[in-house]
């Protein structure tokens, strides 16, 4: 049995890894962002659909769940936008400082989506996380575009975490992801009829190098991620999963500076902003499962 947890364990902390990771892809792959996550959510939707058919998975839902998942795709689609976005703008180390605040956001939209009062030391923790974005806001103003697509990608990840825990308690991952992507797909592809002049020969010629990265974003990064983290919360709590995912910064900056050591360069306020903004992540994290333990004693 402690085997068995502790290989799920090191099983997740590889998914914090991979997400960290993603960051890095969106560095490596040359197109832009809109393109990169129009082949993102299109690969990934074929794999997980392929994964739906093997494992003999039922996808049928109400209209009513089609809508809101529809909507959930949107949001996932203009999160990996803005956030890929703030790389190309800026780099990996400031899309992943700005994604941190997600939790600040999150503390502001769950309790209007599950009706509950606000925490004090929420309050407190989202004044924390002003002062690190403005700690990086002052030393890194040349990048204050990536700054503020990572903000909104953050903003975008936090409500979509929400809605996506409303759903959960409805339909399987494996169904909420396939819709999701799907509706993803439909939506980029509109706004590019729309307001790009539609689809070219060009948007679909891919160097070998691009192709494997996305491959890799796609089918590792989103379609293995999504339905794996799954199978780990069967045995380790959601608690314990959302916590160590709160280490994808962390982790993908590390990885940023080892292989981007030019690009990734910062001075040392953002390293302090950034510290201040993850640390309080963190506590938040640590502070809520002390408030459930307390909740399940009495």
Not at 147 to 162: D, E, N, P, R, T
Not at 219 to 244: E, G, N
Request: aromatic residues 16%.
């Amino acid at each position: 049995m402690q085997n068995a947890k502790l290989k799920n364990y090191l099983h997740l902390h590889f998914l914090v890894f991979i997400a960290g990771f993603t960051a890095i892809l969106g560095e490596l792959i040359s197109i832009s962002a809109i393109p990169l996550v129009w082949f993102r959510m299109f690969m990934a939707s074929i794999l997980i659909f392929i994964y739906i058919k093997v494992a003999k998975v039922d996808i049928r839902i109400s209209p009513k769940s089609v809508i809101k998942l529809f909507i959930a795709g949107v949001i996932i689609a203009i999160h990996w936008i803005t956030f890929f976005g703030a790389i190309e703008v800026a780099n990996v180390s400031i899309a992943l400082a700005m994604f941190s605040t997600g939790a600040f956001f999150a503390s502001i939209i769950e309790p209007i989506v599950f009706k509950r009062k606000v925490i004090w030391y929420e309050i407190i923790f989202g004044i924390l996380v002003v002062i690190g974005i403005f700690l990086i806001t002052q030393s890194e103003i040349h990048y204050i575009k990536g700054i503020i697509l990572g903000i909104s990608s953050a903003f975008f990840s936090s409500l979509f975490a929400v809605l996506n825990g409303k759903f959960l308690q409805r339909h399987s991952a494996t169904v909420i992801s396939f819709y999701e992507f799907i509706s993803g797909v439909a939506f980029i592809s509109l706004f590019i009829i729309l307001f790009r002049g539609g689809f070219s020969i060009e948007f679909f010629k891919l160097s070998v190098a691009d192709f494997g990265y996305l491959f890799i974003l796609a089918s590792v990064c989103s379609a293995y991620a999504f339905i794996a983290a799954v199978h780990v919360m069967k045995v380790i709590s959601p608690y314990t999963v959302v916590l160590s995912y709160n280490l994808e910064p962390v982790y993908g900056i590390i990885l940023a500076i080892i292989l981007f050591p030019e690009k990734e360069r910062m001075s040392i306020n953002f390293y302090y902003g950034a510290f201040i903004i993850i640390t309080t992540v963190m506590l938040n994290g640590l502070l809520k499962k002390k408030r459930l333990l307390k909740r399940k004693r009495s």
